[in-house]
């Protein structure tokens, strides 16, 4: 069981590392002069939380 949780420990760093990279894309994205183009949608960006774990 401990490769498992191992495994599912590195898939959740995994996501955590994704999540931050899209959130500096949404950063960027206006600082680039995406807020011009009408199919970049303007959300705002969403508080990422290291504590994003099932169970």
């Given amino acids: 069981m401990k490769d498992v949780m191992e495994l599912l420990r590195a898939k959740e760093q995994e996501l955590l590392k994704v999540k931050r990279q899209v959130e500096a894309l949404r950063i960027a994205l206006p600082l680039l002069g995406a807020e011009e183009d009408p199919l970049v949608p303007r959300?705002?960006?969403?508080?990422i939380k290291g504590t994003d774990r099932l169970g």
Avoid: S
Avoid at 43 to 47: H, V
């Fill in 43 to 47: 959300a705002a960006p969403a508080a």
